[in-house]
């Protein structure tokens, strides 16, 4: 399908001033999502870093998993980045990756989420020693339990960490190909700040050449700059938060013209101070700019909530965030998937029309 067919849908019918706020807060539990930006080491609770340091012989810098969570109070992303990756020192073996991946699914398809493409970070484990096979197939085992038994379509997208250089990530990339059929994508993330996309553009172009999909955290902290890097050095289809494009018109048009889909992370913003308040997000302020900007969780075990928590404290922060929104999003959330056959793709947005016609004409919904 065309990418302005998404756009054209006459949402004539449905009349969202219809639906009382409680209703569309409930709505808004209930509705199946896609999260397109998950971290799966983001979604290590410290009750498994501590399960799994006991079952692998690991030394832990914390008494507790309450001091643990305490020190979960993060100034800007370097902060946060520096406790994710001594989190992530426990996982070793196959079954720890598989547990870690199985316990995140579990949560999600309790929010609504039937739809995951979802981020590793391969050298932040293969640096340790750990075999690339055990990340891969491990997390790849839990996509699989996740179809079978949570009816959760469920697939990886490899990230290249931005702070190592690109010779390092193209190793990675190689040392991956023989799982080749088991990711879909390839990702650039950890530290914005002073590593632009473009030294990455060689990587990525390998990626393109082997038929994968490319996506780049770009405008989380970094400039403006970063995302005309992300679309232009590396052709990524979609950008992670992006949020800072909003102090570039022109670019703000672009990425509207383009149908750029942007993964916007609420509480991972609001817990790395790139916006003082949920209120203040300008998650509202990029729909009303027709921008295709959809909610995930990012790392939801450091931020203090899943996806559903992320959409539900965004609508109770603005009250300026109404129904019309939240039909916006949860539709973007579908179109901008890379692992979503059309028919699915129209099915859900089917889904999603029911569920707001219903709530505006006042019948109960099952379940
Ligand atoms: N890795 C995990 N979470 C991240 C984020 N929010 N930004 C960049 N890299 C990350
Ligand atoms: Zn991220």
Redesign the pocket.
Known sequence: MDKSQHETRDTGALNFEAIPRPVLLDLLRRAPKAELHL?I??TLEPELIFKLAQRNGVKLGYPSVEALRAAYAFTD?QS??DV?YAGAGVLLTEDDFFDLAWAYFERAAADGVVHAEV?F?PQTHTSRGVPMQAVILGLHRACQRAQAELGLNASLIL?FLRHLSEKDALATLEAALPWREYFIGVGL????QDNPPERFARVFARARDLGLHCVA?AG??GPPAYIYGALDALQAKRI??GVRCLEDPALVQRLADERMPLTV?PL?NLK?CVVPSLAEHPLRRMLDLGLCAMVNS??PAYFGGYLNDNYLRCFEADPGLNARHAYALLRHSFEACFDLDEPSRQQRYRQIDVLFLEAAAGLPHAG
Not at 189 to 192: L, P, Y
């Open positions: 971290h080491e983001g992303l946060f980045l994710y981020f970070d990230c993330d950890s530290a914005e955290h989380e902290e992670d938060h992370c991972s790395l990012d790392d």
